[in-house]
T-cell receptor
Framework: GNSVTQMEGPVTLSEEAFLTINCTYTATGYPSLFWYVQYPGEGLQLLLKATKADDKGSNKGFEATYRKETTSFHLEKGSVQVSDSAVYFCALHLSNFGNEKLTFGTGTRLTIIP | DARVTQTPRDKVTEMGQEVTMRCQPILGHNTVFWYRQTMMQGLELLAYFRNRAPLDDSGMPKDRFSAEMPDATLATLKIQPSEPRDSAVYFC??????????FGPGTRLTVL
């Protein structure tokens, strides 16, 4: 079946540090890949996505590249801010037989300290 | 800026009571999802609809949970009777087929 494996948290970094959150996937086909972010007390919101191999999604200084050869979609940011503290979810969507489900990873809690 | 809305935002109830959570999807979206989030289990998909028809409710305890879409602007999730283990944050999300899901702010349910 389809699955997403995320880097275990929690992750704590100092402001302006470089961030990487690893995500790998298993899928029977060619999925679309997503990163969602959940700020405290809120619902998940889309951070970025990529729909095919070698696509790079980017938003708010975050980037992730769809790597088919390594089945990965690692999230990166060059210089994190305190406001980036949140839980980050990697997810995939495989549109076959009308399936609409997203398969989520377990989430990685990120805390940025000033 | 179109958003998914959910009511109530917080609900505290006693075991055995009926709970109804409501969701208004973004206008024009044809898929609606119900999720439950807990510390122990993480994010779980309970059920989802496309064009108001239920496509999958395998994640839902059938004996006490029910999900419906009376019309295109309203989705409901009912728990009857509620139990303490149902305490969680319930999220509704909507989208267009095969595309991004947009989440509501959630309903925090506490069953005493």
């Amino acid at each position: 079946g389809n699955s997403v494996t995320q880097m275990e948290g929690p992750v704590t970094l100092s402001e302006e540090a470089f961030l990487t959150i690893n995500c790998t996937y298993t899928a029977t086909g060619y999925p679309s890949l997503f990163w969602y972010v959940q700020y405290p007390g809120e619902g998940l919101q889309l951070l970025l996505k990529a729909t095919k191999a070698d696509d790079k999604g980017s938003n708010k200084g975050f980037e992730a590249t769809y790597r088919k050869e390594t089945t990965s979609f690692h999230l990166e940011k060059g210089s994190v801010q305190v406001s980036d503290s949140a839980v980050y979810f990697c997810a995939l969507h495989l549109s076959n037989f009308g399936n609409e489900k997203l398969t989520f990873g377990t989430g990685t809690r990120l805390t940025i300290i000033p | 800026d179109a958003r998914v809305t959910q009511t109530p935002r917080d609900k505290v109830t006693e075991m055995g009571q009926e709970v109804t959570m409501r969701c208004q999807p973004i206008l024009g979206h044809n898929t609606v999802f119900w999720y439950r989030q807990t510390m122990m289990q993480g994010l779980e998909l309970l059920a989802y609809f496309r064009n108001r028809a239920p496509l999958d409710d395998s994640g839902m305890p059938k004996d006490r949970f029910s999900a419906e879409m009376p019309d295109a602007t309203l989705a409901t999730l009912k728990i009857q009777p509620s139990e303490p283990r149902d305490s969680a944050v319930y999220f509704c999300a909507s989208g267009l087929s095969g595309d991004t899901q947009y989440f509501g702010p959630g309903t925090r349910l506490t069953v005493l």
